[in-house]
């Protein structure tokens, strides 16, 4: 099972960047796929991006395309979210997810079993 804690979130001006990580503390991190959502306030979790268990393959929402990119590290058990160009609409709550490996890539929310606590990201204009 995995425990996912993010972190790397924080305020930014429109334009910046920023790197979020998440650990997990388990054993088993290089067996599942890995993601991030993100939940504007009052709706519904919304897919962002997500990395297959070995890193050969990743998929992302149309709406990041091109400024947010995904990576992991499994020899540190960590999922990372590059985030470049920041826009005001990106401001949520991130939470990185994961759902196990031996299934196909999630490419919607409601795919993941596993969730962290979420880190906030807030964009100023």
């Known amino acids: 099972q995995v425990q996912l804690v993010e972190s790397g979130g924080g305020l930014v001006q429109a334009g910046g960047s920023l790197r979020l990580s998440c650990a997990d503390s388990?054993?088993?991190?290089?067996?599942?796929?890995m993601g991030w959502v993100r939940q504007p306030q009052g709706k519904e979790r919304d897919f962002v991006a997500t990395?297959?268990?070995?890193?050969?393959?990743?998929f992302y929402a149309d709406a990041v395309k091109g400024r947010f990119t995904i990576s992991r590290d499994n020899a540190k058990n960590t999922v990372y979210l590059q985030i470049n160009s920041l826009k005001p609409e990106d401001t949520d709550v991130y939470y990185c997810a994961a759902r196990l490996g031996n299934v196909r890539l999630p490419t919607t929310a409601r795919e993941y079993d596993y969730w962290g606590q979420g880190t906030q990201v807030t964009v100023s204009s």
């Open positions: 388990g054993r088993t991190f290089s067996s599942y796929h």
């Open positions: 990395i297959g268990w070995s890193a050969a393959n990743d």
